[in-house]
């Protein structure tokens, strides 16, 4: 066989610098989509790239990336007084609240600190020992004065109570075995363990996220609705449409409109990455409040379905909502063969909701009050 001439082989090439030239058209648009506000996940459901790819790129340009969860606004610094028990370790602790936002940290744990209680902070975090209610903690080498100066639960819970007299923000983080105390006024309560960094960290930014959420409001078509048959959102239409044209290769096409579109509702809403959707079982986390479940772990599930699959997804949710001790879990899901399943869920933290149904509701109800009324059809 003759081999093909030089000539003919270079004339097939494309124009020299066309492809660094595209490549670099795409980057300028992704940077510039993203320091305007965008995930990146919508970014990859939007371009048909990978969440991987797309951070790759942003990470190359030189843009500092937000924090996960992070709400996109201005970012505000904020301050937080910790108040602990002398046994207690507050690593994660500290770690993670410097994670959801929390730069200014001012540890009180004994009574020498007591000073400390003057001040005005954004918000205080209170952390109890697990192993001791009463019993003051110390090596056996410590005087009995500095012994008598440690914090024990009782004294943490006083000087927390002190702060919700003042109307401050209050988390209280009470790990099992301890009976965590009622919610009261401004105060928050998270039953983890001290060392989850994980349940830490839904906990704390459910927490972070009510000091900046703005008052509810009208909003046109998205937040509450003026009357039951209010305007659709840009997100439900596109989502209609998606259903009606649906394949499981645009997966995540679905996943960022859901997302979007619970955002639209006016919820603080944080995405799991992509490397730890498999390990955690859910795909995003949002708080609600107002009586309801402070926080809501979510997973999207699209593609061919059955009852069999969706009872084993909404198992996986479950555990993640008992090992993470929140609320609620959300089950979004939609069968690309457009069949309907009576699913009635045994475990009262899951939800299921077809997609072709949270939209109708969502024309006549914004979502507190769909899920609102969803969990009073639920079983106990």
Partial sequence: MASRSPERSQSLQPEAGTEDRSKGHLYKDLVRRYTSGESIRALAASTGRSYGFIHRVLMESGVELRQRGAARRKAVRLSAVVVAASGVDIRALRLTLESVGVAEQTLVRSHLSDGVLKHRPDAVVGILDPSSMTSHAGHESDSEFVKSQRFTNEDVILRLGRFVERGTPVLIVAPPPLTAPTPVGSLVVAPCPVDDYAALELHLWAFIATLNRPQPRTRGSVGRRKSPAGPVSTSEEDL????????????????????????????????????????????????????????????????????????????????????????????IYHDELGRRFNIDFSFPPVLAIEVKDLLHELRGHDLKRVIANRLSESPE
């Fill in 240 to 331: 209609a449409r998606w259903i009606e044209s649906a394949t499981e290769a645009s997966k995540n096409r679905f996943d960022g409109l859901v997302l979007q579109l619970l955002r639209e509702q006016g919820v603080d809403l944080v995405e799991t990455p992509d490397h730890m959707r498999g390990d955690l079982g859910y795909d995003a986390a949002f708080t609600l409040g107002n009586g309801l479940p402070d926080i809501v772990l979510v997973e999207v599930k699209t593609g061919e379905l059955d009852p069999y699959k969706l009872n084993h997804f909404g198992r996986r949710l479950q555990t993640s909502v008992l090992s993470r001790n929140v609320g609620l879990g959300l089950l």
